[in-house]
Each structure stands twice: as C-alpha cells, then as structure tokens.
C-alpha cells in the first residue's frame, strides 16, 4: 500500500457525525495533535519499498442547539501541515517520491469534522479521530501521485497501532472533558494490493471539550430515541456516499468495459447488484431521515417488526469466464451478495427503528407515559441491532474491496459523476415517499466531492 492510497482508504469503524450542542449553550471542541507512521513492505529488506508520513493538526470548533436540532457556530479554526515520502529500490527507483500537506479548503464541516458533539439535554456524545486522510489534507502533488491524497477519503482511525479515535457518552455537568494521547505501537495495515503491509505509528495529542454544560435543559427524549438519532444522523451521511456508484451503475461501469476481461466480467457481476442494492440504500436513506425528522404516528399501541429480506437477483454464470476473470467473478459474486443482504437487513432495521421513533413521539403527544415506554423498550432492542448489521455491513464492504482492489478496477465517480448520481438518488428518495424536510435535510448533505465506492463501502 502506498502513502496516497492509505491516505485515501478509511478504517471499517467509523464515529458518527454531525455536530449538536445542549439547547441555549455552547460547547468548543479543541482537538490538536501529531502523528507519524512508517510502512514497510518487507521487513527482511526495508529498503526494497517504505512509505513515511508526518502530520500535525489543530482543530477547534463551536456549537451550538437549534429549535430544529444543532447546529456548528460559524466556520472552525483549522490547521495541518505534515509530508509524506516513498523510497524504492533500483529498479522501481521511478516511485520515489516527497509531497507536503496542507489542510484541505472547502471541507464539509457542517456534515463531517474531526472532532464532533451530538447532545440532547443533559447528555453529550463525543467523538473525535486524527484528521490525516485525504478528507482533510491535500498533498502537494495532488492526488495522482504515489505521494497524493484523494478528495474524499473518509473518516479514518489510525494508520496503525494504538486507535486515537474514540466514541464516549457524558453528562454535561461533567464538562470540560480531557484526553492526552502519548502512544506508539505497531500493526499490520489489510487489505492492500501488495497484501499485508508492517506499520509502526506514533502520536501525541489532546482533545478537549468545555463549554455550558450547566445549561442543558431537561431531557426532551428517552434513551433509545436519543441514542437512535445519533445513529441516524451517522447513518445517513455514510448510505448517502455509499450509495451513488450503485444507483448509476449503467454509466459508472462502463469504463470497466475497456479494462479486458477482468473489467468486463467485474462490470457483469454489478450491474444485476447494483440495482436492488441502490433500492435498500434508498430505503435506508428514507427512513434514517424520518428518524431525524420525526413525525409522530398515532399508532403507537403497535410495535414494529424487522421485516425479512427481499430475495437477491440472478446473478451471470461464472463458467463464461476464464484465467483473472474468471478467479475474479468467483470470488467477486458471493461478496456481492453478502454486501447485498447485509445492506437489506440494514435497511429493514431501520425502517423499524423510524416507524417505532415516530411512535414513540405520538406516544409522547397524547401524553400516554407507558406508551412512550413500550416503545422506547423496543426502540432500545433496534438500536443495538442497527449498530451491529450497520457494521456488518461495513465489514461485507471491506471483504468487496479485498476482492476488487488486486485487479486495480476503478470503481470510482468524478465530480461530475458524483453530482449526476446525486440528482439520481435526490429523485429516487423523492420518489420513495421523501418528505420536504427529508429532502431538505438530504440534499445538505451531500457534497460534489468524487465518490470512491470501495472506500465509502468500509464506512
């Protein structure tokens, strides 16, 4: 794996987005820190392939709660500087290379930031990971070089070692929360073309979050609704990138087409995916968005039910296929169809999560407390299970990349691409039964970044 290309990749966990803060306060995120890394193809003799990388970074951010739910005050302070370098040797002196980086202009902050609250009363969930991805740093040799970063990249963990990156649930009163990292280790970086790659990493950083806290107001939600919309709000924004390569799969593969017959058959296996794959994402976008919109139903005496998976469609014979095309359309089919089922069971948990949220708000309507809780009971259970098949998911997602990225297929949208699928999907949802608000809500997530599949498939 080179520099650019791990700059590029996200790891399969994710934390989740979107800023919110406690309603009539404040909270500021400062998230500074340095990290360094070093990959080594082959240990017996480093010399033969190494990539280094340095970054250091500041983050601080402010936000603040809206009527509608919360909101980052004004634009973050946000600073990277860092190189990255490659060495080979003779005769792959050609892949030598040394880029600076900088931060990123233009990143999307409202919908993805490396240091992020999502709040509700008295309660905050925190998050935070080292923004050294393609995301928010760009190299000085833009994004084809073996030293590039690509737009786009994600929300990563560490490149290897000890995670910097975490998730934790705390109370406002307990404000300010700190964390100092002093860490170093080792790991193995997966899933790369070459295959396994030794990694050693080292960091030092620290996050702070202080603000209001004794300014949170009462608790406007129960626990499992709470706790389903931040579920949603991550949800979302990773189906939204996640989905478009599939929904417009037509004209997307077809550059595969002239790659020969490993390109042909991999655009083969697709197409008949792609579609019932873009329908479970467009559902799952539909209901993840009701979840934050929240419209009460009345019918709150009722409890929602997972409902089972379509069937999967028919899929070309391998046997056509010979040779890398045909190693490729073997193992490229089943992890298809995993991807494909794990996406409908995510898609049919959160129908179930968004018809039960929508109840429970009914329930707290009509002032019906044990309905509320039945509800928030069941609510409860379907939260758990979204998080657990939303990493499956993910997991299937990585194991389609694995497939894939040995053949060195782009499975990849321009910007112009990107916006194309975007106005496709805009209209598929809309049509799905979308409301307004829904709508509104989508569209201000979506960006016209180029889309890499494989890497928003790990999400």
Known sequence: MVTGCLLAAPAAASPPARAHSAQGGVITADWNGSLDWTEVYDPSNPAILMNTGSVTWQ???????????????????????????????PPNQGLDCTATLSARPGAQWSTDAPARVVTEGTRALLSWFPPWTGEWAQSSLGAANQCGTVPNGGSPGSPCGPDINKLIEVQMSALPYRQNYAVSGTGTVTGTPSGPVNCWMSASAEVVFSGDGALGH??????????????????????????????????ATAPLIALGPPGQIAALVIGPIAGPLCLAYVK????????????????????????????????????????????????????????????????????????????????????????????????????????????????????????????????????????????????????????????????????????????????
Not at 228 to 245: F, H, I, P
Not at 379 to 401: C, I, P, R
Request: proline share 6%; aromatic share 4%.
């Open 59 to 89: 983050y601080s951010a402010t936000y603040r709660d809206t009527a509608s739910g919360g909101m980052l005050v004004g634009q973050p302070k946000y600073s990277l500087s860092g190189t990255l370098t490659q060495t080979a040797a």
């Open 218 to 251: 009462p608790i406007g939600s129960t626990p499992g609704r709470w706790r389903a919309k931040a579920l949603a709000a991550v949800g979302l924004q990773d189906t939204l990138q996640q989905m478009l390569y599939p929904c417009i799969a037509a004209s």
């Open 284 to 459: 799952t976008v539909n209901a993840l968005a009701n979840v934050l919109a929240d419209p009460p139903l009345r019918s709150y005496r009722l409890i929602a039910r997972v409902r089972p998976a379509r069937a999967g469609p028919t899929l070309p014979s391998c046997s056509q296929a010979s040779g890398p095309a045909g190693t490729l359309c073997a193992a490229l089919e089943p992890a298809l169809r995993k991807l494909l089922s794990a996406a409908q069971r995510t898609e049919a948990v959160a129908a179930a999560m968004s018809t039960t949220v929508a109840r429970e708000s009914g329930a707290a309507s009509a002032h019906n407390a044990a309905a509320v809780k039945q509800q928030d009971a069941a609510l409860s259970g379907l939260d758990k299970k979204f998080a657990a098949d939303a990493a499956a998911q993910a997991a299937a997602g990585t194991a389609v990349g694995a497939v894939v990225s040995p053949a060195a297929l782009p499975l990849t949208l321009t910007s112009t691409q990107a916006a194309s699928a975007q106005t496709t999907v805009l209209a598929a949802v809309r049509k799905a039964g979308a409301s307004a608000k829904q709508l509104a809500l989508i569209r201000g997530l979506l960006s016209a970044a180029p889309n890499n599949w494989l890497s928003a498939l790990t999400l």
